[in-house]
């Protein structure tokens, strides 16, 4: 079982910067591949960023990517994701997700395990 708890969501006016954090449990958190997702009201939830097990190549979705940058400390369980330059349209809950089976990087079904998430509000 892996359990992730989110933190650093918040209010920032447009063009301002949020990092968020994600801690997890677990001995092999070194194996997992971890993604951050985000779903806004009355939208499904969509792919952020991903990392893999070595923190290298991350992949980022086309509407973040040159503005977010995703990271993992696997010594202290955490992937983080720094968020710069937002806009009104990040506006989401946003969920840090764990891969722990072979599965697509960039969908949700790719994920076995959740956080709760955590809001981030961009205010115009």
């Known amino acids: 079982q892996v359990q992730l708890v989110e933190s650093g969501g918040g209010l920032v006016t447009a063009g301002g910067s949020l990092r968020l954090s994600c801690a997890a449990s677990g001995r092999t958190f070194s194996t997992y591949i971890m993604g951050w997702f985000r779903q806004a009201p009355g939208k499904e939830r969509e792919f952020v960023a991903a990392?893999?097990?070595?923190?290298?190549?991350?992949l980022y979705a086309d509407s973040v990517k040159g503005r977010f940058t995703i990271s993992r400390d696997n010594a202290k369980n955490t992937v983080a994701l720094q968020m710069n330059s937002l806009k009104p349209e990040d506006t989401a809950v946003y969920y840090c997700?764990?891969?722990?089976?072979?599965?697509?990087?960039?969908?949700?079904?790719?994920?076995?395990?959740w956080g709760q998430g955590t809001q981030v509000t961009v205010s115009s």
């Open positions: 990392i893999n097990r070595n923190g290298r190549s991350p």
């Open positions: 997700a764990a891969q722990t089976a072979w599965g697509t990087q960039v969908t949700p079904t790719g994920y076995n395990y």
